[in-house]
């Protein structure tokens, strides 16, 4: 597709409006008729089209981070499943349960991980495993030093 218009001609109102409400850049592209690369290279050109980009509906951003505490934490929910038809009605014979979904372990350490990444840090402490392995290094090698005095000590005899 060859781009047919100018950056300067760019609505970046509407481009913020087709972000926020979920669409891809290369959806937001080809809609104003913009080749895939052109966009690419508008986007490294001009802040102002990242900017408009990266507008986010706080509404919408508060929704999912209910819906992954719910997940985090686990929920219940209603479910309902039309076993048939009663034959005096004609209405729909419903049968509900409530279904409880436990905690999803994902949802947890991505919450935490985000919300409080100093107490839960998603990397391993490498510090401790330095401490380890140098310890276990210098034990390995007095072990060593014991082993050549009691063997150098055994072959006193032959002197």
């Not at 102002?48 to 509404?59: F, G, I």
């Not at 719910?70 to 409530?98: C, F, M, N, Q």
Request: aromatic share 8%; charged share 35%; with cysteine.
């Amino acid at each position: 597709m060859k781009t047919i218009i100018k950056f300067d001609s760019l609505d970046l109102t509407q481009v913020a409006k087709l972000s926020q409400a979920g669409h891809t850049k290369e959806f937001i592209a080809s809609f104003f008729g913009i080749d895939q690369d052109e966009f690419k290279r508008w986007m490294l050109k001009h802040p102002s089209l990242v900017k408009a980009l990266e507008v986010k509906d706080p509404e919408k951003v508060k929704n999912v981070e209910s819906c992954l505490y719910h997940r985090a934490i686990g929920y219940s929910l209603l479910e309902r499943k039309v076993e048939g038809v009663d034959d005096k009605t004609g209405l729909p014979i419903v049968d509900s349960k409530v279904k409880q979904l436990p905690p999803d372990m994902d949802a947890i350490k991505f919450y935490l991980t985000n919300k409080d990444p100093e107490k839960w840090k998603n990397r391993r402490d490498t510090k401790n495993e330095h401490d380890i392995k140098g310890e276990l290094a210098t034990r390995l090698l007095r072990a060593r030093r014991r082993l050549k005095n009691a063997h150098d000590d055994d072959m006193d005899f032959l002197e």
